[in-house]
């Protein structure tokens, strides 16, 4: 290692002659600043360091962002077992894998058959909620955002158009 950068020690690591770093004080930001000035190959002995195993590969970049990742997540944690489920859930869906759909559509997603009305200008809409999507006067659309703007010709929130908000702490 430089003389001049500063070594980010994981947690309990060992330091030189046998010292070991207790101390969870050390700021994560100066651990964080310290990467910019490590060279590729300290980097990659910082990552043997904090995820026991080689460096995947020599990318400056990619050893930058995920090794500030892990010393973040080693300092505060790592995201909870629910956020976690819902970012392999989102990966699913972007690979065209079939499963968790319902975990990301939310809790405000109406049942499959509701009818959700909304008077616009002195016309009574309907909408059908299906189970892919929605349909409005025989044609289906995917968001309640693109019905929305089909009939008041305007963008707007679909949820809040056709009075479906959000639940706010407190309410429910």
């Given at each position: 290692m430089r003389r001049n950068s500063t070594a980010v020690e994981a947690p309990g690591a060992e330091l030189p002659h046998g010292r070991h770093d207790c101390t969870p004080d050390r700021p994560v930001l100066t651990r964080l600043a310290a990467l910019k000035v490590m060279s590729v190959i300290e980097l990659k002995a910082e990552w043997q360091r904090l995820f026991g195993a080689d460096a995947p590969n020599n990318s400056r970049a990619f050893l930058e962002l995920r090794l500030a990742y892990r010393i973040q997540e080693l300092a505060y944690g790592g995201p909870s077992r629910e956020t976690a489920r819902l970012i392999d859930a989102l990966a699913d869906e972007v690979e065209g894998k079939p499963g968790r759909k319902r975990m990301i559509q939310g809790s405000r997603m109406p049942v499959a058959g509701t009818r959700l009305v909304r008077e616009w200008n002195g016309v009574e809409h309907t909408v059908t909620v299906l189970r892919d999507g929605f349909e409005w006067q025989?044609?289906?659309?995917?968001?309640?955002?693109?019905?929305a703007r089909a009939i008041a010709g305007t963008r707007w929130n679909g949820w809040r158009f056709f009075g479906l908000r959000e639940t706010k702490r407190g309410e429910q």
């Open positions: 025989g044609r289906k659309y995917k968001s309640l955002s693109a019905i």
